[in-house]
């Protein structure tokens, strides 16, 4: 038997406490010391202090990207020019692309809704990025 202190192991345990504990027990404790001991000096070694889930906004800093006011116009010019060639395409292949691309189904998932074969929605698919390919070869 062993006596350790449950104040060294557990971080909401504020006073001493010693209790006796058998040697499997002591010994599974002091592998999961050396464990976390190993990882804190990893972390240490690769300078892995934060973590996204601290809460001190750091993830917001390393995500959030400020765009320049070109960079808005740029975008908005080609989402604009991008609606306007799928506004081209006839109402069916429009239909597909935009539940492929922007909702994000599959063609089989796509083909299931219409009541057609998967190789009907891939073709009408390729085509219609065929055309818009074309579209925006000729307005740019």
Known sequence: MKKIN???????IA????????DEVFNIFE???????????????YKAYYSLDRGDGIELSALFVSLSSHEI????LT???????IATLPDKQAKRIYAHYFLGMSKAAIAKA???????VTRSISR?????EKYLKNIL
Do not use: C, F, M
């Open 114 to 120: 219409e009541g057609v074969n998967k190789s009907q």
């Open 6 to 12: 449950l104040k060294d192991y557990y971080e909401h």
């Open 31 to 45: 592998e999961y010391r050396k464990a976390e001991q190993a990882y804190q000096s990893k972390a240490h070694y």
């Open 128 to 132: 219609g990025l065929s055309h818009l």
């Open 79 to 85: 989402t604009e020019q991008l609606h306007a060639s």
């Open 15 to 22: 006073i001493d406490t010693y209790v006796d504990i058998p």
């Open 73 to 76: 116009y740029e975008r908005k």
